[in-house]
């Protein structure tokens, strides 16, 4: 939880010092997990970002395979180092994203562009009320904070290395 709970805060304080909006942070005091971000670059970018295997590891920092069609597989550290992948729920191209985390509820990124922005709303549900799943919450929050500097900021780089 530490490495990603600093990442996000790197991303954060990168962000405040440049004028742009910071991505919400973990609330470990709360069950809700549900976040709405701006991100200043179309759906259409925003949902290849989210669903394409080199895409998401490039901005998450860590491998991440993904078969993105409705019963496909969402594997952390690749499909070889991974014997419990997620399973892909829905996918609605450049609109919605669902995957089935198990024990760890359901991931859902739903995309709204307009005038080549995109709102995106990220929830995770369906998970033990009384075992939340802070951990992944938190990782999910540092992730959509280096998504939205992937997509936004010229030159990016990963603010681990920035």
Not at 60 to 75: H, N, S, T
Not at 95 to 120: C, H, M, N, Q
Not at 126 to 154: H, K, M
Request: net charge negative; hydrophobic share 40%.
């Amino acid at each position: 939880m530490l490495q990603t709970y600093w990442c996000q805060v790197l991303a954060n304080l990168a962000d405040h010092l440049t004028g742009r909006v910071p991505t919400p942070m973990q609330d470990y005091t709360s069950t809700d997990m549900r976040v709405e971000v701006s991100i200043d670059a179309p759906a259409s970018k925003v949902f290849h970002a989210i669903t394409d295997s080199d895409a998401v590891s490039l901005w998450f920092g860590y491998r991440v395979d993904i078969e993105p069609y409705e019963g496909g597989r969402l594997a952390m550290g690749g499909f070889d180092d991974n014997p419990d992948p997620a399973k892909v729920l829905e996918v609605v191209s450049d609109r919605k994203f669902s995957v089935d985390w198990g024990d760890g509820g359901v991931g859902t990124w739903e995309l709204e562009g307009a005038g080549g922005k995109t709102r995106l709303t990220l929830v995770q549900s369906g998970f033990d009320q009384a075992n939340p799943p802070y951990a992944a919450w938190g990782g999910f929050l540092s992730g959509v904070a280096e998504l939205r500097r992937y997509l936004e900021v010229p030159d990016w780089k990963p603010i681990i290395m920035a």
